[in-house]
T-cell receptor, first 116, second 113 residues
Framework: DTGVSQNPRHKITKRGQNVTFRCDPISEHNRLYWYRQTLGQGPEFLTYFQNEAQLEKSRLLSDRFSAERPKGSFSTLEIQRTEQGDSAMYLC??????????????FGQGTRLTVV | AQSVTQLGSHVSVSEGALVLLRCNYSSSVPPYLFWYVQYPNQGLQLLLKYTSAATLVKGINGFEAEFKKSETSFHLTKPSAHMSDAAEYFCAVSDQGFNKFYFGSGTKLNVKP
């Protein structure tokens, strides 16, 4: 396994368009996280899944944002009616949660979104 | 509630000098603490983690960090900086369930020849 994979790596879109990003976690990992990172800031938590269940969403995740993990494997993050303020790096991470210990989060290389 | 404060958004050291990047945390539960490194246009790579075992944690690339509960600190050090250490470093805290991670705003390390 080569780690967490995110596609696309870069996306330029016009304001008002919808975009969708994909994240493929490390295969046995049951936790999947989405973070957003703007220039000069640390990553900010958006949401996370335990298998296919979305357990928590940040207030940063407005109703224009939706995330899914339909079969508990890959996940998608969709942004509808994009705004310039959505321009950021979107990071996905995964970890393994189990009785007796958890692994740390392993991050993908991110999808950089530019809204023009 | 959990949060992390990284003191110094930019740190510059000479090659071969000591690296010290500061991190203070706030947590209402016993924390897990992490340092990640990020190179330009890349994701985050884990350097080291504290998960309530030894308070002095050794990581990759010669980095280490010490958990000091009394000071609520988890500073990152490296005895001798290399040019390849130039990157941005993030401190993060989570609860013991890894439910989510809170990151600091990052410290950019510059290494001068």
């Amino acid at each position: 396994d080569t780690g967490v994979s995110q596609n696309p790596r870069h996306k330029i879109t016009k304001r008002g368009q919808n975009v969708t990003f994909r994240c493929d976690p490390i295969s046995e990992h049951n936790r999947l996280y989405w973070y957003r990172q703007t220039l000069g800031q640390g990553p900010e938590f958006l949401t996370y899944f335990q298998n296919e269940a979305q357990l928590e969403k940040s207030r940063l995740l407005s109703d224009r944002f939706s995330a899914e993990r339909p079969k508990g494997s890959f996940s998608t993050l969709e942004i509808q009616r994009t705004e310039q303020g959505d321009s950021a790096m979107y990071l996905c991470a995964s970890s393994l949660t189990r009785t007796g210990g958890n692994t740390e989060a392993f991050f993908g290389q991110g999808t950089r979104l530019t809204v023009v | 509630a959990q949060s992390v404060t990284q003191l110094g958004s930019h740190v510059s050291v000479s090659e071969g000098a000591l690296v010290l990047l500061r991190c203070n945390y706030s947590s209402s539960v016993p924390p897990y603490l992490f340092w990640y490194v990020q190179y330009p246009n890349q994701g985050l790579q884990l350097l080291l983690k504290y998960t309530s075992a030894a308070t002095l944690v050794k990581g990759i690339n010669g980095f280490e960090a010490e958990f000091k509960k009394s000071e609520t600190s988890f500073h990152l050090t490296k005895p001798s900086a290399h040019m390849s250490d130039a990157a941005e470093y993030f401190c993060a805290v989570s609860d013991q369930g890894f439910n989510k991670f809170y990151f600091g705003s990052g410290t950019k390390l510059n290494v001068k020849p």
